[in-house]
């Protein structure tokens, strides 16, 4: 058995094998959203007697109240000043390229003014609250805290508020530091879907934010899912991607490896290359049998690219545009020697990373965009985690005392075709205003 599909768009029933590797089955386990429907309604009612019950049972951490699960600033500095030196100077040297470029998604308040004086524009403000979950235990995701905090402090959130579950009261060390770089305010040691409901509804000691964002597991994605509406949320994320545009020019070796570096993620992640080239293709598959069996994830490796990996030969680096714009990748990598030439034609793709140098695991680390990217196609319709993701836009309207006798003939006329003679009326009588 092969380690990894092989398709050619001349084969006849190319679009059905594409189709089938696409697939993705995003249907949700009937028992995880009882569970979290209920654990939701629970803190609803209860509040923070639910989150420590909870708190006790699936975290094994014993606390009277709220406030002991909260995580003082003092010890997420003593995690950052006990760091080794060069695990510090990576963390601080990540968030501050991340600062940098989100700086540059900020928008400002603006406006303009007509000829007869009516003001129009928009006000730019950023939101209340916000909430980030963090995964805790053994996994650490400190890139996770910095992708996810520091936009919303450049927004201007000024109350970020980040929890993490702490299973038998382990506090992960480096995702306490990476709060302290990223300006996060508030730390609480709990997680799961007790803590979405937390952030989302409020307790008698949690006043409820306005958004939620961070991953999390299946309980986690499902209680996000839930709350929508009562909150914003930033996405509900499906597995890892990657899709690598090649010409040849590459060494295989390299782009082996960055397959495998989202193909390890977890056995539904999914890893293609596009290549006009059918001798480079056998030379990126021959890396591939050579370099899996020396990586630690090799059993995760072979499960995905078996059943949703694939390297496809295409008739040309055109038409692996057009591939790409059918797949909207979550990651897509264009390693041709003139990137630069294709990225016009490239519409649909979460982050797209030019040229043989620009590996995507920079880009989930430091290169300085953002790594919470659209997944599943949803690169069609959606953009990654941003500035804007934490500002509101609120319409700007001061009409003049001419601009309403312009305005208020138009709006009179269409509201009366509406049968909404309030409206209509509304708008004539600032026709004949009192002298």
Not at 26 to 33: K, N, T, V, W
Not at 111 to 132: A, H, K, W
Not at 311 to 319: C, D
Request: with cysteine; glycine share 6%.
């Amino acid at each position: 058995m092969s380690l990894i599909n092989r398709l050619d768009t001349r084969a006849t029933d190319f679009d059905t094998a594409l189709t089938t590797l696409l697939a993705y089955d995003a249907s949700q386990d009937d028992s995880i959203e009882t569970t979290v429907r209920d654990i939701l309604k629970d803190v609803q009612s209860r509040g923070d007697a639910a989150v420590l019950d909870y708190t006790r049972r699936f975290d094994h951490v014993n606390a009277n109240t709220l406030a002991e699960l909260e995580i003082p600033r003092t010890q997420w500095l003593a995690a950052l000043n006990n760091l080794p030196t060069d695990q510090r100077e990576a963390l601080e040297a990540a968030a501050q390229r991340v600062r940098d470029y989100h700086n540059h998604q900020r928008a400002e308040t603006w406006t303009y003014t007509e000829p007869d004086g009516t003001m129009l524009g928009q006000q730019i403000t950023p939101l209340d609250r916000v909430g980030l979950y963090v995964p805790g235990g053994k996994a650490a995701y400190p890139s996770s805290v910095l992708m996810n905090a520091i936009p919303a402090k450049v927004a201007g959130v000024p109350e970020l508020i980040m929890v993490t579950p702490t299973p038998g009261g382990t506090r992960n060390p480096i995702v306490l530091a990476a709060a302290a770089v990223a300006g996060v305010d508030r730390v609480f040691a709990m997680g799961g879907a007790q803590a979405v409901a937390a952030l989302a509804y409020g307790t008698a000691s949690l006043a409820p934010v306005d958004k939620i964002v961070g991953p999390g597991n299946a309980y986690v994605a499902a209680a996000k899912r839930r709350v929508f509406g009562v909150v914003g949320i930033d996405m509900i994320a499906g597995p890892s991607e990657i899709l690598i545009l090649a010409d040849g020019s590459t060494p295989a070796e390299w782009l082996a490896i960055d397959l495998f570096s989202q193909a390890e993620h977890d056995e539904l992640a999914q890893a293609i290359l596009l290549c006009p080239d059918a001798d480079y293709l056998d030379a990126v598959e021959a890396a591939i049998e050579r370099l899996l069996p020396t990586q630690p994830r090799a059993d995760i490796l072979r499960t995905s690219l078996a059943n949703r990996g694939a390297l496809i030969h295409t008739a040309s680096l055109q038409e692996a545009c057009t591939l790409v714009n059918r797949i909207a990748p979550e990651h897509l990598e264009i390693s041709t020697a003139d990137p630069q030439a294709l990225l016009p034609q490239i519409r649909h793709a979460g982050a797209i990373f030019l040229g043989a140098y620009s590996s995507e695991s920079l880009g989930d680390y430091c290169a300085g965009p953002n790594h919470v990217l659209p997944t599943a196609r949803t690169a069609r319709f959606s953009s990654p985690l941003g500035v804007y993701d934490f500002q509101k836009r609120s319409s700007l309207i001061q009409v003049s005392a001419q601009g309403a006798q312009t305005l208020g003939r138009i709006a009179a006329t269409l509201a009366t075709g509406e049968g909404l003679h309030a409206h209509a009326a509304s708008a004539t009588l600032r026709l004949n205003p009192p002298a």
